[in-house]
T-cell receptor, first 112, second 113 residues
Framework: SAVISQKPSRDICQRGTSLTIQCQVD?????MFWYRQQPGQSLTLIAT?????????ESGFVIDKFPISRPNLTFSTLTVSNMSPEDSSIYLC?????????FGEGSRLTVL | AQKVTQAQTEISVVEKEDVTLDCVYE???????LFWYKQPPSGELVFLIR??????QNEISGRYSWNFQKSTSSFNFTITASQVVDSAVYFC??????????FGAGTRLFVKA
């Protein structure tokens, strides 16, 4: 099973700043996904990140706000740009490995 | 369109009671996966089970059991003899072609001692 490490695990950010979240997987995976979980809510898919191509964003999410990099098969980053308090959420990286969907422990962002 | 419905927002039971969490899904795909995840108060997501669309056998794992019925598009989860440690939010999820996974709204389970 895939082991996923996310950094930072939590952060407190100021309005208007940007933060980059890193996701490292211990094995090579084709598809990586970024999810957002707003307080008390379910998980919502932000985008799918495949190595060597542009990320595919879900409705309601745009590249300017959530730029994603996928430089290789074990690593991805998600940047939350120009943050506002509404961006306070847990951001989760996930991968498909042997048919299972594995999640990192999440990055809990609080925007003041 | 894909959809997962968990109609029960919150359930409260007393320890040792059995409890069933409902999950109804919608998809036009013939090949898909269904998942259940547990999110305890600590926040991490704990994988419980995956079931593919071609395997309708029910599954039992300890106090947990799952009832998959394609005829009603349901994938219900039962906890037998519930314990306080079962208190968590439980998410049902559906993964189809392209491996995009969508989640239900979750059911918050409170198990009181």
């Amino acid at each position: 099973s895939a082991v996923i490490s996310q950094k930072p695990s939590r952060d407190i950010c100021q309005r208007g700043t940007s933060l980059t979240i890193q996701c490292q997987v211990d094995s090579q995976v084709t598809m990586m996904f970024w999810y957002r979980q707003q307080p008390g809510q379910s998980l919502t898919l932000i985008a799918t990140a495949n190595q060597g191509s542009e990320a595919t964003y879900e409705s309601g999410f745009v590249i300017d706000k959530f730029p994603i990099s996928r430089p290789n098969l074990t690593f991805s980053t998600l940047t939350v740009s120009n943050m506002s308090p509404e961006d306070s959420s847990i951001y989760l990286c996930s991968v498909i490995d042997t048919g299972e969907l594995f999640f990192g422990e999440g990055s809990r962002l609080t925007v003041l | 369109a894909q959809k997962v419905t968990q109609a029960q927002t919150e359930i409260s039971v007393v320890e040792k009671e059995d409890v069933t969490l409902d999950c109804v899904y919608e998809t036009r795909d013939t090949t898909y996966y269904l998942f259940w995840y547990k999110q305890p108060p600590s926040g991490e997501l704990v994988f419980l089970i995956r079931r593919n669309s071609f395997d309708e056998q029910n599954e039992i794992s300890g106090r947990y059991s799952w009832n998959f019925q394609k005829s009603t598009s349901s994938f219900n989860f039962t906890i037998t003899a519930s314990q306080v440690v079962d208190s968590a939010v439980y998410f049902c999820a559906l993964s189809t072609g392209g491996f995009k996974t969508i989640f239900g709204a979750g059911t918050r389970l409170f198990v009181k001692a």
